[in-house]
């Protein structure tokens, strides 16, 4: 019987990687009921394995450890992986939308860092990306800059993916793009 508990904890060890999270916003709600107002807390977190892998959640309770709980729970229930250049940035510049959320995301040289404001940093900290360069417009809303955000990274392809779609080699991908301005200047 022990022995069967044991190999159940090791199997579930085994399978979920040790995720890390960062609250972004929690914000405190009131409910109107006849007697007056019910209080509680709405936690917004992003969970990721900072290896390529990052989703977020919301979470609502009376108290804001149980929000909290809550939201990592739906974030990593709702994970999203990303292709990282390198493990380290993006494959190309990308623009996410939601709502009135809008960011745009550019690829970056080694050593820049991580150039983002508050959600959008928290969300390319947990997805283990070192250097990119974002810029938020529009909403300054948290939650949908973090799903314009998430919409953003959805759309990232790597060159092997595009390769495979295509039937052509990764070489002959990245060759058709470095030659393209070349041939603009010659022209």
Same mark, same amino acid.
């Given at each position: 019987m022990a022995e069967r508990e044991n190999r159940r904890d090791r199997r579930d060890r085994d399978e979920t990687p040790e995720f890390a999270d960062r609250l972004v916003a929690i914000n405190r709600v009131s409910k109107t009921v006849k007697g007056g107002k019910r209080f509680g807390f709405a936690a917004l977190v992003v969970v990721g394995d900072q290896k390529g892998r990052v989703g977020f959640g919301k979470g609502k309770a009376k108290e804001v450890p149980e929000a909290i709980r809550k939201a990592t729970e739906q974030a990593k229930r709702q994970m999203i992986r990303v292709q990282l250049r390198e493990g380290r940035t993006l494959h190309h510049d990308i623009e996410g939308r939601h709502g009135a959320g809008? $960011?745009?995301?550019?690829?970056?040289?080694? !050593?820049? !860092?991580?150039?983002?404001?508050? @959600? /959008? &940093?928290? $969300?390319?900290? /947990?997805?283990? %990306?070192? +250097? %990119? %360069?974002?810029?938020?417009? !529009? =909403? #300054?809303? @948290?939650?949908?800059?973090?799903?314009?955000?998430?919409?953003?990274? *959805? #759309?990232? #392809? =790597? @060159? &092997? =993916?595009?390769?495979?779609?295509? !039937? *052509? *080699? %990764?070489? +002959?991908?990245? &060759?058709? *793009?470095?030659?393209?301005?070349v041939e603009a200047a010659e022209a």
């Open positions: 809008r $960011v745009v995301m550019r690829q970056a040289p080694e !050593g820049t !860092g991580i150039i983002a404001g508050g @959600p /959008m &940093r928290a $969300v390319f900290e /947990m997805l283990g %990306v070192k +250097d %990119v %360069v974002s810029k938020s417009l !529009g =909403s #300054q809303n @948290p939650y949908n800059m973090i799903r314009a955000t998430i919409d953003g990274l *959805k #759309q990232e #392809q =790597s @060159p &092997r =993916s595009v390769a495979q779609r295509r !039937g *052509k *080699k %990764v070489a +002959d991908i990245l &060759r058709s *793009k470095d030659e393209a301005p």
